[in-house]
């Protein structure tokens, strides 16, 4: 049996289930707000709650946000299902997105908050977790298509 956009379904799978097998480490492994240092100063393990979107805003809007993880992962469900077949660059950015928004979106339907951990000091950077970076791979990939499209003719007007 033919799956279609088979490299969605991938990259929305290995997305989901390595945000979610490292969430579920830190919080056997972490106590809130606890940290351990890779590289001291650098990169740290830091367990924090974020109860808004990436970097922190619509702090304290979950309800609101985990309907739009829902709606969100249900549209690309929806794309990969019914839209014609995808570039590859389409089918692995939708997918880390899919997988991303649904490893979010399940922290704020069970937990009411997003399990955040990856924490570079060395730039001040908010701490965040692995379906934040999938989603940008995501983004990423998605640009990278838009980049490599054919134009529809080579003709010139005169």
Known sequence: MQIKNRQFWI???IAFFL???????????????QTKPLIEGVFHFTYVRNYGAAFSILDGQVDSLKWLSLFV???LVGLALFAP???????LGYGFILGGAMGNGIDRFVLGYVV???DFRLINFPVF????????I???????????KSPTSNRRSR
């Open 11 to 13: 990259a929305a799978l």
């Open 138 to 148: 995501g983004i990423a990939c998605l640009l990278i298509g838009s980049f490599q």
């Open 85 to 91: 077949e995808l570039s590859i660059w389409e089918r």
């Open 19 to 33: 945000d979610q097998i490292t969430k579920y480490w830190v919080l056997q492994s972490f106590q809130l707000r």
């Open 129 to 136: 977790n692995f379906a934040d970076v999938f989603i940008n």
């Open 73 to 75: 992962s249900l549209g």
């Open 116 to 118: 955040d951990f990856l």
